[in-house]
């Protein structure tokens, strides 16, 4: 078993058979082959010098490997050569990538879920515009064109892909990845897009190379909310779908998932309108549900907020998530977080709290973080509807990001309380999807 | 015709499987003419070594021009100590027939027990200055033993990972070749990754 501290892609592209063994990468490519014997050893001998400036590239690869992503990036700022290295095509795919932007663009609201139509646009985390590669995925060939895009995880992309041929309306799922350029057609589902509320991509290299999608399955019933049935699991290792019913609560359309630990966290509301997150593993047989923070009928009207917003439901329109889009939650440093807004009685959001799920079997959110938003900078109404999207927060550190007033995109350090503009975008409330960019082959992709 | 009382030995002793090993000595030489005496079980962890024995020209001794006898000896105490540890697993698997509950247990036990200890003495292995760390590093990638290799890297990896830039310049003797304006066009690329 290797000893290094665990880089999930490495491991994962390690297990699956695609790295050379890491010793191998640096002196196998130079291991005499066995008639040269002696003389082979004569002609490795290395120039003498500082022992640090002896360190051939592959060695300082196999370093840098071992460095988590957050020390990693701080190491391209040693030295041009560092930078190069740590950017250059071979050498990523062995080294722990993280965020490297977000994609964005409109959410079409003609659809019933949330998606990204062409053409896609890229922010880094920076701020600027330019993806890593070519965001428009004209790698894919033309009978795939165009798409819609569903979900991103770790690198890999969900894609709904329409054709004439399919049919009106019809369609079929592609998972890419946009860095190899690589892509796989899913078969169908056998669900009709208005039986699904979300469609989520799972796929966690650390754990295994293989990816699933879920589909939840909903049905109107006769009060006309929505209800989640069932849910269809497809998995690239069988290159099949499953499904397995459950009639359950109501979910929502338009909120993010997050895949975790093997499990698909998603939104409902249980019987008692009680704000949840929910899970279910990749075989559709294991269930839960977390009771989220702040989500009780007496937390500071929030349950007014959903008694008004059901009373007034307008078929159709965003009242239909009974203010679930208000909440969020994201995976960050391995755990599970939620971040939500308490309001007052007016439904002005007064405080932002993160909370961590910490323990499955428990049920315990703990407290991550909480501060009033009129110290954030100096807000002091932020109405959460028009004012405020939550985005994502870092993979790999405490920082949430945000859309201000629906055009500003910007970070909050949770760490040093400070906030920074990241950038000015146009369009009308876009949707992001983060990236992380994920260079290693995957065994189930393929041209 | 009855085999001779000596070809019966010596095709026995070839035909051993997994208990005996070849109490052989190899000698390896250091870049600075020292010589060191390691089994050729040990020293067949290293690959290279490990393909030159097989190609017979292991005879004489190995010299290894890049490694010097301080490094050498590391080396040779990390691969007998490895090498006895390979051992030792293969003589618990070696009869599963014999094992009742109790033996598992008294085996589990004791390697776990062994597990601590190879532990302990990997980690007081390379809690070594830098520059003789990196010298391992030159050595095991040179004789290609991954054990220590990944060892030794997972150590400056891990010494690194809480250093400044600066600092990590000074451990691997690093000029800064960035201009000023450069460099501040990276950090700020990557402003979430330093805590200021």
């Known amino acids: ?447 | 015709m009855a085999a001779t009382p000596a070809d019966a030995s010596s095709s026995s002793s070839e035909a051993v499987v997994g208990g005996e090993k070849s109490n052989k000595m190899i000698t390896l030489i250091s870049s600075d003419g020292e010589s060191f005496e390691a089994t050729e079980e040990a020293a067949k962890m290293s690959v290279t070594i490990k393909h030159m024995i097989e190609d017979g020209c292991a005879d004489d001794g190995i010299p290894l021009p890049n490694v010097p006898a301080k490094i050498l000896s590391m080396v040779i105490e990390y691969c007998n100590k490895h090498a006895a540890d390979a051992d030792d697993t293969n003589k618990h698997v070696a009869d599963p027939a014999d094992a009742d509950e109790d033996d598992d247990n008294n085996n589990n036990n004791a390697s776990a027990g062994e597990k601590e200890d190879l532990k302990s003495f990997d980690a007081s292995l390379v809690a070594v200055d830098q520059a003789t760390l990196f010298d391992i590093i030159l050595a095991a990638n040179f004789l290609s033993i991954k054990g220590l290799l990944d060892l030794a890297c997972q150590k400056v990896a891990d010494d690194i990972k809480d250093k400044s830039v600066e600092e990590v310049r000074e451990i691997f003797k690093i000029e800064n070749d960035f201009t000023k304006e450069e460099e501040e066009a990276v950090r700020k690329e990557n402003a979430w990754a330093f805590n200021e």
């Open chain 1, 1 to 447: 078993k290797k000893k290094h501290s665990p880089n999930p892609l490495h491991l994962a592209a390690a297990a699956a058979g695609l790295l050379p063994p890491v010793a191998m990468s640096a002196a196998g490519d130079r291991s005499p082959p066995r008639e040269e014997g002696r003389a082979s050893i004569r002609a490795r001998a290395l120039p003498s010098g500082p022992p640090a400036g002896r360190l051939i590239d592959d060695i300082l690869v196999e370093i840098l490997s071992r460095v988590p992503a957050k020390e990693l990036c701080r190491c391209k700022s040693v030295s041009k050569h560092w930078f190069g290295l740590i950017h250059h095509p071979d050498h990523r795919k062995r080294l722990p990538q993280t965020l490297a932007g977000f994609f964005y663009g409109s959410s079409a609201g003609t659809t019933a879920q949330r998606l990204l139509e062409l053409p896609f646009r890229f922010t880094s985390v920076s701020g600027d515009r330019c993806p890593p590669f070519g965001a428009s995925l004209t790698f894919l060939p033309n009978h795939h064109l165009p798409v819609d895009l569903l979900d991103s995880c770790n690198g890999l992309l969900l894609c709904r892909c329409y054709h004439v041929s399919d049919g009106v309306g019809a369609f079929h799922y592609v998972v890419c990845n946009p860095a190899t350029q690589k892509w796989v057609v899913l078969p169908s589902s056998c669900k009709d897009s208005s039986e699904v509320a979300t469609t989520s991509l799972g796929f966690d290299p650390a754990l295994s190379s293989h990816f699933h999608v879920f589909e939840l399955v909903v049905e109107q019933n006769y009060t006309q909310d929505t209800e989640l049935c069932g849910v269809a699991v497809y998995s690239s290792e069988t290159g099949e779908w499953i499904y397995k019913e459950k009639r359950w609560n109501r979910a929502s359309r338009h909120s993010a998932t997050v895949f975790l630990d093997g499990l698909l966290f998603f939104r409902v509301l249980d019987l008692e309108y009680h704000d949840c997150v929910a899970a279910v593993d990749t075989k559709g047989e294991t269930w839960m549900k977390f009771r989220v923070p702040g989500g009780q009928v007496d937390d500071f009207g929030l349950a007014d907020g959903f008694v008004q917003q059901m009373l007034f439901r307008v078929p159709g329109g965003p009242a239909d998530d009974f203010g679930l889009a208000h909440g969020f939650i994201q995976q960050s440093q391995g755990c599970l977080h939620f971040a939500n807004f308490q309001r007052d009685e007016h439904g002005v959001g007064i405080r932002l709290v993160v909370y961590v799920l910490k323990n499955y079997e428990s049920e315990e959110w703990i407290v991550k973080h909480s501060i009033k938003t009129s110290d954030i900078c100096g807000w002091t109404d932020l109405w959460l509807d028009a004012d405020f999207d939550f985005i994502a927060i870092h993979p790999e550190c405490n920082s949430l990001f945000f859309i201000a007033g629906g055009v500003t995109l910007m970070c909050y350090n949770m760490d040093n309380r400070q906030v920074k503009v990241i950038s000015y975008l146009g369009g009308a409330k876009p949707l992001f999807l983060p990236y992380v960019p994920l260079y290693t082959e995957s065994l189930s992709l393929h041209c």
